[in-house]
């Protein structure tokens, strides 16, 4: 599969109080760089949209060298290096204007047939047709997040509201990241993170942040009233 890159500025919009850009943010960059790279994947775009597919994140792992600050342009670049039937693989990356990483990712993606909301295999044929790229040198731990023994809930709950959503019509993959890193310690310095996504949050649903600790990192997990997770992410300093 062909790789994407393209070089932005950052904002105000981009950027917290301390002037460097949000952890949210961070994870929109990365989110189009990957689907601007699917848009020139041809053969790819054309089955998905004859046969009503989707690809639903169902894991991502972020590290963490430096959050660019405002006025910065960087660089932020997606390419896929592994896919079989059911999954996709991919590498995103921010970079700065010198070329030196400050944020790199690996995704994993679940191919989808959006009318019925279920996982789908696509044909072995239009695999073949991309080309992979070498996955970036980086640790890549379990997508699984197990929870700990012991979790709080720690906000109010709320509803999904119109403004949270993407172009499926549920959560956006980084409001997820929005939500969960408001409840980072103020004095928390944010390195790694893995968020598995279990199910998407539709308009209307309740969401309950719960957190606890485990192995000295925080895992936060957002939750329906009947505790079905729907995304549960681990921070380490």
């Known amino acids: 599969m062909s790789s994407f890159e ?3 500025t950052i904002g ?11 952890l949210g943010a961070a994870a929109d960059l990365l989110q189009n760089a990957s689907w601007f790279q699917m848009d020139t994947e041809v053969a790819i ?9 989707g690809l639903y994140l169902t894991f991502r792992q972020i590290d963490i060298k430096r959050f660019p600050a405002y006025g910065e342009t960087v660089i932020a670049k997606s390419w896929v290096y592994n896919c079989d039937r059911l999954y996709g ?7 700065d204007s010198e070329g030196r990483f400050c944020i790199a990712s690996v995704g ?8 019925r909301g279920l996982p789908t ?23 699984k997040i197990p929870l700990p023994h012991a979790m709080t809930v720690i906000g109010e709950p709320f509803k ?10 549920h959560m956006n993959n980084a409001r997820y990241l929005d939500i ?5 310690p103020d004095d928390f310095t944010l390195r790694r993170l893995r968020i598995e996504y279990k199910r998407p949050a539709l308009p209307g649903e309740t969401i309950i942040p719960q957190a606890g600790t485990r192995d000295d990192k925080l895992v936060i997990a957002l939750t329906s009233p009947d505790k079905a997770i729907f995304a549960s992410v681990e921070f380490q300093s």
């Open 6 to 8: 393209y070089k932005i």
């Open 12 to 22: 105000v919009s981009h950027i917290g109080r301390d002037g460097l850009l949000k």
């Open 45 to 53: 775009r054309d089955y998905f949209r004859q046969h009503n597919l």
């Open 89 to 95: 693989y991919r590498n995103s990356v921010i970079y």
């Open 108 to 115: 994993m993606g679940a191919f989808v047939d959006l009318a």
């Open 121 to 143: 295999r696509l044909p072995q044929e239009i695999l073949d047709s991309s080309i992979r790229y070498e996955p970036l040198d980086m640790e890549v731990l379990s997508r």
């Open 160 to 169: 999904v509201q119109s403004y949270h959503l993407d172009n499926y019509g």
């Open 180 to 184: 969960a890193s408001a409840y980072l």
